[in-house]
């Protein structure tokens, strides 16, 4: 090979790093703008998304300040505020019909729980979720030259962790006691393994039953503990409080 032909093979792979770079760059703020117009579509309420960095050759991606808004009636402005999140994404999915997630650590996010055990902020986040996923998702945008929706792609996690989440409570059955809990650790493994993946819809359908879940008992568990501390809602009250809980906390 030629000193010319070298220069040219030169050349094209300084021009592919080049590309890759100006790819990375604009690739976060795509992918910043994709959470916040399509999270309030699946939720129901805003979603704010501060930094989003992508390594396209290691599959790598840190989320820095993701904050999910409380519905219309509810006196806090966040329902879900995550620091950090770090993700692990198999590269050679990001083309094909199915993005691979390896893993997901959600790093000790602040989870604000206002209302009921029977109704709450948690609560109607996921009935707007739900209904969502009952319905086909959101509205894919037009994306072909055709002005025909682009199919969706579908996501595979793998294992995704909620470490160190701090729940803040304003229990309104306790005459809005106002107390900060701790969650254990939520795992969840296999989402959308398989052929098919899920949609974005349903992977949040999934994570935020999980979430609801453990708040839920966690809040239940520490307004039993209230309860029979203060004794002040007598025998009525605790029946009240189970059958508010439906069935997660023992009876």
Do not use: C
Request: charged share 20%; no cysteine; aromatic share 2%.
């Amino acid at each position: 090979m030629n000193k010319i032909t070298w220069g040219i093979v030169a050349a094209l792979l300084v021009l592919a790093v080049i590309a890759l770079i100006v790819v990375a760059v604009f690739l976060d703020g795509i992918v910043k703008k994709g959470v916040e117009t399509v999270g309030p579509k699946i939720t129901g309420v805003s979603v704010k998304l501060d930094e989003m960095h992508i390594g396209l050759l290691t599959g790598s991606a840190r989320v820095k300040s993701l904050v999910v808004g409380n519905p219309d009636g509810y006196k806090s402005p966040t329902a879900i505020s995550v620091g950090l999140a770090k993700i692990s994404v198999n590269p050679l999915s990001i083309m094909s019909g199915k993005i691979v997630v390896r893993s997901i650590h959600v790093e000790s996010p602040e989870i604000t729980f206002e209302g009921g055990l029977s109704e709450n902020n948690l609560g109607k986040i996921l009935d707007n979720v739900e209904t969502v996923s009952r319905n086909g998702g959101p509205a894919p945008a037009a994306a072909n030259p055709g002005g025909s929706p682009k199919p969706a792609k579908k996501i595979e996690v793998d294992d995704l962790f909620i470490t160190g989440a701090k729940v803040h409570v304003n229990l309104a059955m306790l005459g809005g006691k106002e107390m900060t809990l701790l969650l254990p650790e939520i795992h969840l493994t296999n989402l959308g393994k398989g052929n098919d993946g899920l949609t974005a819809t349903d992977l949040t359908r999934a994570v935020f039953q999980s979430i609801t879940s453990a708040t839920i008992k966690a809040v239940a568990d520490a307004a039993a503990n209230a309860v029979g501390d203060v004794k002040n809602l007598g025998g009525t009250g605790i029946k009240k409080l189970k059958s508010g809980l439906g069935g997660l906390l023992r009876k």
